[in-house]
């Protein structure tokens, strides 16, 4: 057996095989109390650290493929960290007050820094963390005077490290990474948006890999099941050869049938869609044999900087992806800022729970300013092709019926300025909260189209954050209450004559997928990496079928036995496909 086996959460899918190399090899921070005329000696060697630091940033960020563009906004944030007055001033004052050394000075002030972040209830904050710590790495690197020289390996090699910032990943040769595996970060981390977007395996938040593992160490990357194995045995090295193999092979024959259509076993057809965040992503889009845009996430051009989009920016941006994608389909979010994602200006609320306070439609209805700026871009922008326009976290009727005030007034203003918009763009909303799933009658008699958001969906309906990992375990997808308020919605949309969409992360879990189907949702939204995956598994069930065993798991009130039904229904169908994908659903009953 291998000496340790080590687990994390599997963010980007395949079999690796092959030797560790530390991208950040753990070193020794000099802890050295100094006389107090080395102060401005040793100020001075931060400062300086600090400025070669943002130099190479600003290299690396000129050197970032037109592929991966949108990472070169996190380069910038990362540029901007290292002249922040909170790292080096509070650096600073150490160095002064405490009479720490420079190096020392900087790793209390990023193991505050990060503290604090990761102690704040909002993830993409505590995400932030990892931004702190790898810039706090770089200027260590640079303290230190003995940087070692980039490792050219002349065979491909595993990069471990703490965490992996883009810069980071640049600096690496990509065409020899085998796998990433990082001790933090999580399926938002830049570590797993790198790697979904190179298509290189990673697993990441594995628990002891800095301690366990060395340079030069033989291991497997198992990222299909998030396990990484240190110094594996002749059994072990040869089942993940198979392993690796056949899944190089199954991804190979998902992808090169990509662009048929999502068809089942007896007939039924199912539109598979992308998810998007950036302009960037229009080619994978393309690629991947998506029939549409599910769902476009607006709020990355608002997290990029200091400065809020003007309307002809965002302008330029929707319209650019709807004219490059026409004549499919793209469903623009209005922007969904608080819980997971935070405007600058939004932080000055500290708000004590931001997943239940001002955010996505709540927030723009507040601000209208800021909302007309964007309803005023998309409605310009539908006329370059097909788009709609979709409402985060709606929760009553009320707020649809603002909001289509709202868009009514805009148009108005738009045609007394002589600028062309669509003025009848389809406005759908975004079901996540348990009162729209009770409300979705009346909703649906409001909107052309529902999108349920199962992500924060099963979040509210079960009262869990799935990052706590203290309730992590409570997450249950094929739970009575989810399983049942997805037919309500379902059924009240179809009632009414509109379609449904699901955009969340039960779109391409295999089990969800089948009872999805069963129910009869319209449209399934994925990553675009995801999309030929859907299409495979879908061509691969029986419609039929899927609406007996959605029927069998509503009538139980026992979510064990939900999981095992759907299980054993499946398992012979989709023996291979279950092989290959990570599952929510708890395959031990």
């Given amino acids: 057996m291998a000496r340790t086996i080590l687990f994390g959460i599997s963010v980007s899918p395949g079999v690796s095989i092959g030797k560790i190399s530390f991208t950040h090899p753990a070193g020794n921070v000099e802890e050295r109390r100094i006389a107090s005329e080395e102060t401005d000696t040793e100020t001075e060697r931060l400062t300086t650290a600090a400025a070669a630091v943002r130099k190479d940033l600003a290299h690396a960020r000129d050197e970032v493929p037109d592929a991966l563009a949108e990472h070169r906004e996190v380069i910038s944030s990362h540029m901007l960290i290292c002249q922040d007055p909170k790292l080096l001033k509070d650096a600073t004052r150490r160095i002064r007050e405490e009479r720490l050394c420079a190096s020392w000075a900087l790793e209390k002030t990023v193991d505050a820094l990060c503290a604090t972040f990761r102690n704040m209830e909002d993830p993409y904050l505590r995400d932030r963390a990892q931004d702190i710590r790898a810039v706090g790495l770089r200027i260590q690197a640079k303290l230190s005077g003995n940087t070692p020289p980039a490792r050219d390996h002349a065979a491909p090699c595993i990069h471990v490290a703490e965490d992996l910032s883009p810069a980071d990943t640049l600096d690496l040769k990509v065409d020899r990474i085998l796998a990433l595996v990082t001790a933090e970060g999580g399926p938002t981390s830049h570590t797993a948006i790198l790697a979904r977007s190179l298509r290189i395996p990673a697993v990441v938040g594995v628990t002891g890999i800095l301690e366990d593992a060395h340079d030069d160490d033989f291991v497997i990357v198992d990222a299909l ?116 994602k935070m405007l600058h200006a939004q932080t000055a609320l500290k708000e004590p729970n931001p ?219 989709l023996h291979e496909e279950l092989s290959f994908h990570t599952t929510m659903i708890p395959t031990n009953g």
């Fill in 225 to 340: 099941r998030g396990c990484v194995y240190i110094d594996p045995d002749e059994k072990e090295l040869a089942t993940f050869a198979r392993r690796q193999e056949d899944y190089i092979a199954w991804e190979w024959k998902v992808r090169r049938n990509a662009a048929l259509p999502a068809e089942t076993l007896d007939g039924v057809r199912v539109d598979v869609q992308a998810n998007m965040e950036t302009p960037g992503e229009v080619d994978a889009v393309k690629a991947c044999g998506a029939e549409g845009v599910g769902l476009y996430r607006t709020e990355i051009s608002y997290l990029r900087g200091h400065a809020l989009p003007d309307e002809e920016q965002l302008y330029a941006e929707y319209a650019a992806v709807v004219r490059d994608l026409a004549p499919r389909r793209i469903v623009f979010r209005t922007l969904d800022v608080g819980a997971d």
């Fill in 355 to 573: 997943a239940l306070g001002l955010r996505a439609i709540r927030f723009c209805l507040r601000h209208q300013n800021i909302f007309r700026t964007q309803l005023r871009a998309m409605l310009r922008a539908g006329v370059h092709g097909n788009a709609a326009l979709m409402l985060p976290m709606i929760s009553g009727l009320g707020e649809v019926q603002a909001v289509r005030r709202i868009i009514n007034e805009v148009s108005q203003e738009l045609t007394a300025e002589g600028l062309p918009h669509e003025p009848d763009m389809p406005v759908g909303i975004m079901i996540e909260v348990p009162s729209a799933v009770f409300m979705a009658d009346a909703l649906a008699r409001e909107c052309d189209f529902f999108s349920i958001g199962t992500n924060d969906l099963v979040h509210y309906l079960l009262a869990i954050d799935r990052i706590n990992k203290h309730v992590s375990y409570l997450h249950e997808p094929l739970h009575p209450a989810v399983v049942r308020s997805l037919k309500r919605i379902i059924d009240c949309a179809h009632r009414e004559g509109i379609g449904v969409s699901v955009c969340g992360e039960l779109a391409a879990d295999p089990y969800c997928l089948a009872i999805l189907l069963g129910m009869g949702v319209d449209v399934l939204s994925a990553t675009p990496r995801s999309v030929p995956g859907v299409k495979h598994l879908v061509r691969n069930l029986n419609a039929e079928a899927c609406t007996e065993l959605a029927h069998s798991v509503l009538m139980t009130s026992d979510v064990a036995a939900a999981n095992r039904m759907v299980t054993e229904a499946l398992s012979h169908s």
